[in-house]
């Protein structure tokens, strides 16, 4: 007797790349909400009075639920027994609350009047709230990423499973740059921080909109699978978290991650008052250097995601672009580079070594974790991960303000005050970034050493990941 298989929805190759569209515009609007801020710390110490510990405080924040309150785990617990479609609204959903919060605190003067003590330093509760906000925002964020992941997994696991992933990161890297050039711009034009907030905002709408589209397709593939399927799927049980941190091969992932993104988004966080500071660049143009790496990112994830998926060699991918970023690094601490031209070719670079490793990393734990538990695998990675986005930022603004300040210089900035736009001459803080350039030199060091061995490992466990993730017919 022959069975008759039907033939799936993402089988078709325009439905799985018109999928993949969906939850890449969801990530794009994700990134752009999450990045508004990351060339304004000039910006918030004129019109805001922040101060760089206030700054590396809120910048932090992004990670202060997920890691505390163990936000990530839940959200992955959650999406291997609920779903992709029910967890991914909820998340969408938190999104857009947090960065309601943010927008009503970074656009309400009078919370710079009052402060509060925290752990011995004091905080305007302008920056508190901001804090709450993107803290919401950022318990969001993630859930949306391990949520995306996993999606991308459904849709493509045993066909372009490594470009799929490179291409969901290149639009949403492509919000990151659009951020970092254009948030200056449009705080510039509206003589308000809170202008950028509020296209994120926008942005979020829409992007939760898109999910919802790709939940109404997600449905009629789960109907088809259950159809198709004659063995029932072994129900999610609290034993898989076990298996997970049972296993070395994931905990080569999750440290590579940790120190790899450490030494990526905090540094994108100060990245434009690097350039105001040591390359002299002008505050309203500064963002569009760091919006460099970025664009090398959307370019080359792809390609990278393309050579795994059909050459291997996923392992030396995440190695080279290690030792790439921590070249780059090294000569952004060193005092003979000053001239903005070769900022530029710096964050190219970066660009390549930010593109190489994630277009490896996360295509390398699908193979190493299996499908039904790969969900508590990418929220206990991205719970990891958060660790180094929560402490690196607030290590680096306290390390400027106490090591690094070489003196002071007046700024020229507009505020609207009673619907009248004013010039104010303001103090600002100079640094010198050797220091802090110096700490990320050091993670970076951290992050090739595990990439090497985590090819030891796949050489010793057979993981596959020097291995084509394409199957062959």
Request: hydrophobic content about 55%; aromatic content about 12%.
């Amino acid at each position: 007797m022959t069975v008759k298989t039907q033939t799936l929805l993402r089988d078709s190759a325009a439905m799985r790349w018109m999928m993949l569209l969906l939850v890449a515009l969801t990530m794009f609007a994700v990134y752009v909400a999450s990045d508004v801020f990351s060339p304004l710390k000039t910006l918030l110490e004129q019109q805001n009075q922040w101060n760089s510990t206030e700054y590396g405080w809120f910048s932090g924040s992004y990670s202060l639920f997920n890691v505390f309150l163990g936000m990530l785990i839940f959200g992955g617990l959650l999406l291997d027994k609920a779903g992709i479609r029910f967890t991914g609204i909820i998340s969408c959903a938190l999104m857009v609350v947090g960065i309601g919060i943010k927008y009503w605190a970074v656009s309400n003067p009078d919370l710079l009047n009052s402060s509060m003590t925290f752990l011995g330093n004091t905080y305007k509760m302008q920056v508190v709230w901001a804090v709450v906000g993107f803290a919401t925002f950022g318990v969001g964020a993630e859930v949306a990423g391990i949520t995306v992941s996993k999606a991308i997994v459904k849709w493509f696991k045993g066909k372009e499973l490594a470009l799929a992933m490179g291409l969901q990161l290149s639009l949403a890297r492509l919000g990151s740059a659009a951020a970092l050039s254009f948030s200056p711009i449009i705080a510039k034009n509206f003589h308000s921080v809170s202008a950028p907030v509020m296209v994120g905002l926008i942005l979020l709408v829409a992007g939760g909109l898109c999910f919802i589209i790709y939940s109404w397709y997600d449905k009629r593939l789960d109907k088809q699978i259950k159809e198709e399927a004659t063995v029932k799927e072994e129900s999610f049980s609290l034993k898989d978290v076990g298996a997970v941190i049972s296993n070395k091969g994931f905990w080569g992932i999750a440290l590579l991650c940790l120190m790899f993104y450490a030494a990526v988004f905090p540094f994108l966080k100060y990245a434009a008052d690097l350039m105001v500071n040591k390359f002299g660049v002008d505050p309203s143009l500064a963002g569009f250097i760091p919006s460099m790496l970025p664009v090398g990112a959307i370019i080359l994830t792809p390609l990278f995601g393309t050579i795994y998926d059909r050459r291997g060699h996923g392992a030396d991918l995440m190695i080279l672009g290690a030792v790439i970023i921590t070249c780059v690094h090294l000569l952004f601490a060193a005092s003979f580079v000053t001239h903005w031209l070769i900022a530029v070719v710096l964050m190219i670079f970066l660009g390549i070594g930010f593109a190489m490793v994630p277009a490896a990393m996360w295509p390398s734990l699908a193979k190493i974790i299996p499908e039904k538990r790969y969900g508590t695998a990418i929220a206990l990675t991205f719970f990891i991960q958060n660790i180094g986005l929560l402490f690196m930022p607030t290590i680096i603004g306290t390390v400027l303000d106490k090591y690094c300040i070489t003196g002071t210089r007046i700024d020229i900035t507009t505020k609207v005050v009673d619907g009248q736009v004013l010039s104010v001459l303001q103090d600002v803080s100079t640094y010198d970034y050797r220091r802090p350039m110096l700490i990320f030199v050091s993670v970076c060091v951290v992050a090739v050493l595990i990439a090497i061995f985590l090819k030891y490992l796949n050489k010793k466990m057979g993981y596959g990941l020097q291995e084509a993730n394409r199957q062959k017919a």
